[in-house]
């Protein structure tokens, strides 16, 4: 089976735009090959790579060109995905046909869209997104009132690299007219005929509603999705107020359905504690699917010398909807409520909520997803990334056996229960040390001591020693130890008395 290799052999690697370690490479692509690790691709990257590494021999230009010289080790990289090769069960799939799904019925290529935000804006944005080999648009909800937007509008939460783990916007709707929304959606259309635009649309009342869905409708929009859940539009009933009150969603549902005849799904906020009766509710009202989860309210951080939340706006701040890699867990979780529904079977479920690789988009697929949205990702690191979202997804089916995306839909939810009373509680996993990994840090005993059960204690070579009788499991120390010495023995026993 083949290996991951971490992100965290390449944590200085900044994933250049137009790379210079790829423009003095007369033989490979290294930007595209670290991009494969970073977006946790390894099959793919491996699979890419000729049978006779020319890497062997080089002197590493790439290294010397690279805008931090001598702080990737690319060579050597390469070279550990090159010997990845050896563990390959299958060739790289030839096409997409996998890929291939729907949207209510109508036919997508892929299943990866743009979520309704700033990257699925304009017609440029779109038109390139499009190029680079996303399936559809959800573009950024259209109203008919004014936008003004305040500067700045966005803080992040980041990882020791700089990396965007958790993101605030207080971002608000399109600021461009209705006209000119839907002049962008017909010179897409005509451009795009294949392509999917879902129209994000919110009305202040149900005429709005109505009158908006059939406008879209009108210019090319393949199907409605009605906002019920931005945080940044809550005053005066809009946004996230809508989607916390069940009968406001169905009467807001039936009115947009009253104005077209293409499918409809209600977008809906994550700020509830279930989100199933407002999905009810929205398929009492006419919805084809649904779509979630929406930003969450929060609070990024606050200054310690103004005293003012992130972003700070002339001395004021608000919450604002927080996007990104923390929120999965969170996805996750709705979408797992939504799936396991049965009142919502057969309706569409559009997953969203820190995508950034084709496994975090394969555990929404598991959960019940059709489709997958993505934004926050994007922001970061720009369009291409589609390109290890098709390709990674794609391997993994064929590797699975498994010949549509449809097939793999749902297989994780018998395994998800709302309460931990289901689980076995009379055996335990044992850790395992791999002594030729551990560097002696003593950190596996520190957390151990201090926040678990006192199980672990160094011998006088300073290498973890395990209690069993005081271990119960808990595997803290697999997550907590820098070196990856620490892993699973994979071997269930009757806990020691």
């Known amino acids: 089976m083949i290996q991951e290799i971490g992100r965290e052999e390449m944590i200085r690697c900044v994933l ?18 670290l991009r494969r690790i970073w977006f946790r691709n390894t099959a793919v990257g491996a699979a890419q790579l000729p049978d006779t590494l020319p890497c062997i021999n080089c002197s590493a230009p790439c290294e010397q060109a690279c805008l931090r010289a001598g702080e990737v ?18 060739p790289l799939p030839q096409d997409e046909e996998r890929l291939r799904t729907d949207f209510c019925g109508i036919p997508l290529e892929n299943p990866f869209l743009l979520s309704s935000s700033v990257v699925a804006s304009t017609f440029d944005m779109c038109d390139r997104a499009f190029a680079a080999g996303w399936a559809g648009v959800a573009f950024k909800t259209i109203c008919s009132f004014d936008i003004h937007e305040a500067s700045p509008r966005f803080s992040a939460i980041t990882g020791d690299n700089g990396t965007i783990i958790g993101f605030k916007n207080i971002e608000q709707l399109s600021d461009h007219s209705v006209e000119e929304n839907m002049a962008i959606f017909r010179a897409l259309k005509e451009k795009w005929p294949h392509k999917f635009i879902l129209a994000s649309i919110m009305g202040q009342n149900e005429e709005e509603w109505k009158s908006l869905a059939r406008e879209c409708e009108k210019n090319g929009a393949d199907a409605i999705e009605l906002n019920f859940s931005c945080p940044n539009m809550a005053d005066g009933g809009l946004g996230s107020d809508i989607g916390q009150v069940p009968e406001l969603v169905e009467r807001f549902t039936a009115a947009a359905k009253r104005g077209t005849t293409i499918p409809v799904i209600a977008k809906l906020t994550p700020n509830v504690a279930e989100m199933s009766p407002a999905a ?58 939504l799936g396991n ?32 949205q993505v934004t926050t990702a994007v922001m970061q690191y720009g ?8 390709a990674g997804l794609n391997y993994y089916l064929a590797e699975k056996g498994f010949r549509s995306i449809a097939e793999a839909r749902g297989l994780g939810l018998s395994a998800v229960s709302n309460t931990t009373e289901v689980l076995e509680r009379d055996s335990v996993i044992y850790p395992r040390f791999l002594r030729d990994k ?40 697999v997550l907590v130890c820098p070196q990856k010495a620490i892993v699973s023995s994979g071997r269930r026993v009757i806990k020691a008395v």
Request: hydrophobic letters at 40%.
């Open 383 to 390: 369009y291409r990334i589609v390109e290890d979202l098709k």
């Open 341 to 372: 529904d049965p009142e919502l079977n057969g309706m569409h479920i559009s997953a969203m909520g820190g995508v950034e690789t084709w496994q975090d988009a394969l555990e929404y697929v598991l959960l019940g997803a059709d489709s997958i």
């Open 16 to 33: 250049c735009h137009e790379a210079p370690c790829s423009a003095v490479c007369e033989h490979l692509d290294p930007a595209g090959i």
């Open 73 to 90: 080790p690319i060579r050597k990289l390469v070279s550990q995905l090159h010997d990845q090769r050896r563990a390959l069960e299958i």
């Open 438 to 477: 551990c560097i002696g840090c003593g950190r596996c005993m520190i957390s151990c001591m201090d926040g678990g059960h006192q199980a672990i204690r160094l011998n006088t070579e300073r290498r973890p020693m395990l209690d069993a009788k005081k271990c119960v499991g808990c595997h803290l120390c």
């Open 280 to 337: 009810e509710a929205a398929k009492r009202g006419g919805a084809d699917g649904i779509a979630a989860i929406n930003t969450i309210k929060s609070i990024t951080g606050v200054n310690i010398h103004t005293y003012v939340a992130e972003p700070a706006v002339h001395g004021q701040s608000a919450l604002g909807g927080y996007s990104g890699a923390a929120v999965k867990p969170i996805g996750l979780r709705f979408i797992a409520e």
